[in-house]
């Protein structure tokens, strides 16, 4: 008798598991107190993409392309809760240096000046040309971050997918699809583009350790998902989690497979005496 007490005691002191409410109520808090520690940083991002001819079922093109990009990056919370802004300056191009007069990335985010967005997003637009494959200003690990914003959750229904271990912490899989247009990216064209967010949480912290962002372009001549994978990791020296690496698989042709990796390195504090604000 006092092994079934036992039991059924145990039984009553056991959680319930977490509903898809519960993990994302947890994931808005965190990632509202995260929000303004990683728009202090700028790092490094040394970003490799391949475009290479599609084997399977289509003979492709012959030809192979390879580009490194050295840029420096930073991720900006915008205030008044709208947003996540990502922001890249290309300093090398297959190991030559960009030429350019748009001076640095950390001098214009820190100098406080009312034009500080205007000069980032022209030095954001301009990296997009050293892209292979269509052009694109999504591919920064602050994608998911802007996708998973509190003000965004009305947008997305939301669901448990499973769980997972990640960097050896036990995460719930949470999976978010847009319901709601126009939708959050559209393409330059102004076409709608329905995103999928699977956002690998630690149930207890609301830790975000990985997102995976598919994007998907509804015009039937389109037949591609865009994806962009962030994996996160802890910085002892910083004290929170940082983008570590980013995946994106992107369109290059009916008869190509693109894709391009990313690490981010070199996390730094630029102070600033003022928030960048759009226009």
């Known amino acids: 008798m006092k092994i079934i007490a036992a039991a059924v005691a145990a039984l009553s002191l056991m959680a319930p598991a977490p509903t898809a409410d519960d993990v994302r109520s947890r994931l808005n808090a965190y990632l509202l107190e995260y929000e303004p520690k990683l ?3 700028i790092a490094d991002e040394h970003l490799i993409q391949r475009d290479v001819p599609r084997r399977e079922g ?7 392309l390879k580009r490194a990009m050295h840029s420096e990056v930073a991720f900006i919370g915008l205030p008044g809760d709208a947003g996540w802004l990502g922001f890249r300056r290309v300093l090398r191009l297959d190991g030559a240096p960009i030429d350019d007069q748009l001076g640095s990335l950390n001098a214009v985010l820190a100098s406080g000046f009312q034009d500080d967005y205007v000069k980032a997003r022209v030095m954001l ?3 997009a040309r050293f892209n292979l494959g269509t052009p694109r200003t999504i591919n920064l690990p602050n994608l998911p971050l802007e996708l998973l914003a509190p003000h965004h959750a009305g947008r997305f229904a939301t669901r448990i997918a499973g769980s997972a271990r990640i960097a050896g912490h036990q995460t719930i899989k949470l999976v ?3 319901n709601v247009t126009p939708t959050i990216i559209r393409a330059f064209d102004g076409s709608q583009m329905r995103s999928i967010v699977s956002a690998f949480v630690e149930p207890g912290t609301g830790r975000l350790w990985k997102a995976d962002v598919i994007t998907r372009d509804p015009r039937p001549s389109a037949e591609f998902d865009h994806v ?3 994996t996160f990791k802890e910085n002892n020296a910083l004290g929170l989690l940082v983008p570590a690496k980013m995946h994106e698989d992107f369109f290059a042709g009916h008869d190509r497979k693109a894709w391009g990796d ?3 390195s070199n996390y ?4 600033t005496s003022a928030r960048i604000v759009p226009q």
């Open 39 to 41: 728009s202090e940083l």
């Open 125 to 127: 637009t301009d990296s």
């Open 268 to 271: 730094r504090r630029f102070q």
């Open 228 to 230: 962009v994978s962030v």
């Open 262 to 264: 990313a690490d981010y």
């Open 58 to 64: 289509r003979p492709g093109s012959d030809y192979f």
């Open 176 to 178: 978010m699809v847009e």
